[in-house]
């Protein structure tokens, strides 16, 4: 019951990452959210019982896709934090 | 007005979805065919704990090799169109070094995390993970470093010699399946082992540990370069 | 008794989560948001060794070891490039 | 065995409790250095009570939870830090009711110094 509550938690505030990711002005806030985007699905996954999943979430999709963002956005962009 | 109510409403149904398909997930009935023999027969004929690893290196390594390749092409890529000068890194403008605190914690967490990498991916056929995490963790610790001393950068020589000679050797483990066992990648190559210890499911932590080294030798290429040519202009 | 004391443990540490996501929605500096999600991604760890106590396995404090180690470098980097230090 | 348990889970109690004073701290407190000092410390503490808390429920998990909250020792300290380095780096204001800045008046000593330093060289040549 409170697993089921934990996941209904999880899934919005996983969209509304989603949600501020579209909606924001600034390219670094994007790239964060999208980073919450992978922390949260990463324990859903873990929640239904797929750890492989959740490992590769947990290392590539918000460790490694936002180091590598913000080298590509600091690179292109100069002016403007 | 109407479309902050858009929004609502696409997060409310997006919600139920999420929600049926939270509550129809179903772990012990709903096995189809395929799944049920590898659930039934993998430990048994390949001797790893972790079925996952069992489908990713033996039942489909094929396909694991198609995933290496098309990494190392998009490393390839990355470096052609951003090769740095052969005259180096000289100039450095508007650059703030790192603090005395951030240097001394890279220096003690970048071995920590080249050995959490290694643990992942020689655990790999044990425990959750493998050799695309491993190498993540590993070119992340080198990111971290780059991070702390931004003046320093990584000989790209020593990583594609290291990255060309672990791809080889996985093909070759690969051939060596094809004339020792029964196919390309097949495990029996070497004896499986008792079951759920480190040293058993054949050529399988190997075949995992260079599949690390060689993905943590791509990945940290293209953030050295990446980080490279910054500093350039 | 114990698992009702840590149900309401996963309660505090979900309110704490929903709170921080308020500060990350609605925050003024570009700092604050940053240390939101800082602290969204420690409470979390929380959430991950509770959810391997509930389903008692031990292999999920793996995920838990790599949040721990991974998700500080992305506040490092995101600190560093504000301060243009990258 | 009774008695391990119900302490590592009053433990997780208090250790979510501090989690959930970190937060409280990050929504209330007036500034964005405070807000760094507050949510950093309250909730690394909280979590390094609730690892301890679950280790004690399953005492044959504690090696990976001791490595879990030495990794949480060294790692959140460090980021918190840098980020409270940048934040003054780029001008972010204080609260009105800050007292002592040091970081600043070493930063203006340092200006100083360059300045008599270039001074003195110029009067060598």
Known sequence: MIFNLLAILLGISTIVFALVAIYTKKLIFAILATGGVSLFASILYLLMAAPDVALTEAAIGSGLTTLIFLFILNKIKEEDV | ????????????????????????????????????????????????????????????????????????????????????????TNRIRNLRFSSEIMITASKILMPIMFLIGAYVFVNGHLSPGGGFQGGAII????????????????????????????????????????????????????????????????????????????????????????????KEE | MVNTILYIALGFIIISILMTLTRFVTGKTSVDRVIAFDIMTISSIGIIVIISHFTIRLIYLDVAIVYGLLSFLGVVIVAKFIERGL | ???????????????????????????????????????????????????????????????????????????????????????????????????????????????ENALKLEEEQKNDF
């Open chain 2, 139 to 230: 070119a992340s610790g080198v990111a971290f470093f780059l991070l702390a001393n931004p003046t320093l950068s990584v000989n790209h020589k020593v990583l594609s010699v290291l990255e060309s000679t672990s791809g080889l050797i996985f093909v070759l483990l690969g051939i060596a399946g094809l004339i020792y066992g029964g196919g390309f990648l097949d495990n029996r190559v070497l004896p499986l082992g008792k079951f759920g210890t480190l040293f058993s499911a054949g050529i399988i932590p190997l075949v995992y540990s260079f599949i690390g080294l060689k993905v943590g030798a791509e990945l940290s290429n293209i953030i050295s370069s990446l980080q490279q040519i910054q």
């Open chain 4, 1 to 111: 065995m009774k008695i391990l348990d119900i302490t590592g889970a009053i433990l997780t109690l208090i250790g979510s409790i501090f989690i959930f004073l970190g937060a409280l701290g990050v929504l209330r407190m007036p500034d964005v250095y405070n807000r760094i000092q507050t949510g950093t410390k309250a909730s690394t503490l909280g979590t390094m009570l609730t690892l301890t808390g679950i280790g004690m429920i399953h005492p044959g998990w504690f090696g990976k939870i001791a490595i879990l909250i030495i990794f949480i020792a060294i790692t959140n300290p460090v980021s918190s830090h840098v980020l409270a380095r940048a934040a003054h780096f780029i001008n972010i204001p204080l609260t009105s009711k800050t007292v002592v800045d040091k970081l600043r008046e070493s930063k203006i000593e340092e200006m």
């Open chain 2, 1 to 88: 007005m109407y479309k902050k109510l858009l929004v609502f409403a696409t997060i409310f149904i997006l919600a139920g979805i999420f929600l049926k398909l939270y509550q129809n997930f179903d772990g012990s009935k709903t096995l189809n065919k395929t799944a049920s023999y590898y659930a039934k027969n993998g430990a048994s004929e390949v001797g790893s704990t972790n079925i996952v690893t069992a489908i990713v290196v033996t039942y489909r390594g094929f396909d694991t090799l198609g995933e290496v390749t098309i990494l190392f092409v998009a490393a390839a890529i990355i470096g052609f169109f951003l090769k740095t000068n052969a005259k180096g």
